[in-house]
């Protein structure tokens, strides 16, 4: 293929690399093909390829090719333009996507914002090795060829993938300023991957942390959920604190990152766990942790001055999650499912009569019940509520009545505890 004199392509063979066809998706391999066949460069980039080379299972596999999104909708029947930040193609196989983009350039001057050196776009196409150049990171920039079985090495990045070291490709400091979430980015490949970090990529980020204030915030959303829904949340969190990124997406939500409350860490690791065994996670639960140390502070002083409890979460809720749509914006679904488990808090403590039973029916009920457990798991005192409300979901009816209406052994305790809030009980602490 038509390779500048200049390109120091390196091309890697089967036995090197050792990543066998069929690990590879049959559909990215038929996209591939088809636009070879039809007489352009195609070949399976960035993630995809990364991770079969470090032994990781890859996600999903996208296609880079020289033809123009035009050109890539002709050749296929289900092929259908996208066009977000840049105009890529979708090929659709029954449920699974694979994208389509046109090879593009490193940026030219114009594409620059002239005081930061923020990148405003990237649309101009070019060849495959300006392609991989203006990726983030050489092991991102590999190109796996099916039809050869090959990979395209334009960035040295295979040494890296070998040496399982993360850099960024070109310049450190003007990469980053290009796209701060790249410094979001290194931090995320770096944990889950468990590479290294080369010295003059991460040498940056702290200093170059207070960039992310500049991107917006649906941005930040969504690379918060790839940070901590991708099964290694405790891990990634941990990082983000060291190299002073935490700050810049959650600035109030804690008041010691570097020493997080317990609930935060628990949350953390459940997610963990989740993920691991393939159970759903939702983004409210997420974030209810991730804000409660603020939400709880807020809620204590409010109820200090005589706003009853349930109200005083919610405002206190409101107001965090106001504060925190500057940094990262939270959809509203997400934050209302966030102030629903807040606001159901209070509510356990009651634990007589008929309400109980409508409270387990509440849709809220096992999120709010899971969410708890970790506050008991951080405030002892929680513990006997706590364990209360998982027997009641685990006894027979003529139990649970008996535990509603009883009379007899606990019910003195119960009485003086009735409407007598641990949150407010904990602004006295
Ligand atoms: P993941 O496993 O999270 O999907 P990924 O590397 O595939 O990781 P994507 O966000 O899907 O990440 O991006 C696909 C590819 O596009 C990357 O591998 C990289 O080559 C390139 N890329 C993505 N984001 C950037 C960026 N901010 N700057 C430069 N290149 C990027
Ligand atoms: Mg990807």
């Not at 690990?23 to 399976?44: D, M, P, R, W």
């Not at 020289?66 to 930040?85: H, Q």
Request: glycine share 6%.
């Amino acid at each position: 293929m038509n390779q500048p004199l200049t390109d120091p392509l390196r091309i890697i063979d089967r036995e090197e690399h050792g990543i066998d066809r069929c690990q590879v998706s049959a559909n990215a391999c038929k996209v591939t093909e088809q636009l070879q066949a039809a007489g352009y460069h195609a070949f399976i980039v960035g993630g995809g390829v990364r991770d079969l080379l470090l032994d990781q299972a890859p996600k999903d596999f996208d296609v880079a090719t020289d033809a123009t999104p035009d050109e890539v909708v002709k050749v296929f029947r289900r092929a259908r333009l996208i066009g977000r930040r840049f105009r890529i193609v979708h090929v659709r196989f029954g449920r699974e996507v694979i994208e389509v983009a046109t090879f593009r350039s490193e940026p030219r001057p114009e594409q620059r914002d002239h005081d930061r050196g923020r990148l405003l776009t990237d649309n101009v196409f070019g060849t495959e090795a300006e392609d991989a150049r203006r990726r983030d990171f050489t092991i991102n920039a590999l190109m796996y060829d099916p039809s050869t079985e090959t990979v395209r090495d334009h960035v040295d990045g295979y040494r890296d993938v070998v040496e399982r070291r993360l850099r960024l490709i070109g310049h450190p400091v003007t990469r980053y300023r290009e796209d701060p979430v790249r410094l979001l980015r290194a931090v995320r490949f770096l944990v889950k991957l468990d590479l290294s970090l080369e010295p003059d990529t991460a040498g940056p980020i702290v200093g170059m942390a207070p960039l992310l204030a500049n991107i917006p915030p649906a941005r930040l959303f969504d690379e918060t959920l790839k940070l901590f829904l991708g099964g290694h949340a405790w891990e990634t969190f941990q990082a983000l604190v060291r190299f002073r990124l935490w700050e810049q997406l959650f600035p109030a939500a804690m008041a010691d990152p570097d020493d997080p409350p317990p609930l935060v860490r628990q949350a953390l690791i459940n997610t963990d766990a989740r993920v691991a065994e393939n159970k759903p996670v939702t983004p409210g639960f997420l974030f209810a942790a991730l804000l409660w140390p603020q939400v709880q502070t807020l809620a204590r002083q409010l109820i200090a001055d005589g706003v009853p409890p349930v109200d005083a979460l919610g405002r206190a809720g409101e107001a965090a999650l106001s504060e925190q749509a500057r940094h990262v914006a939270i959809p509203r679904r997400f934050g209302a499912m966030s102030k629903e488990i807040w606001c159901f808090q209070p509510r356990f403590e009651r634990r007589r009569g008929k309400r109980v039973l409508r409270l387990m029916r509440e849709r809220r009920f096992r999120a709010a019940y899971d969410f708890l457990l970790l506050r008991a798991a951080e405030q002892p005192e929680l513990a006997e509520l706590a364990e209360w409300w998982t027997r009641i979901q685990e006894v027979d009816e003529a139990q649970r009545q008996r535990m509603i209406h009883g009379k007899g052994k606990g019910r003195g305790k119960d009485k003086r505890r009735e409407g007598q809030s641990d949150v407010r009980a904990g602004a006295r602490a």
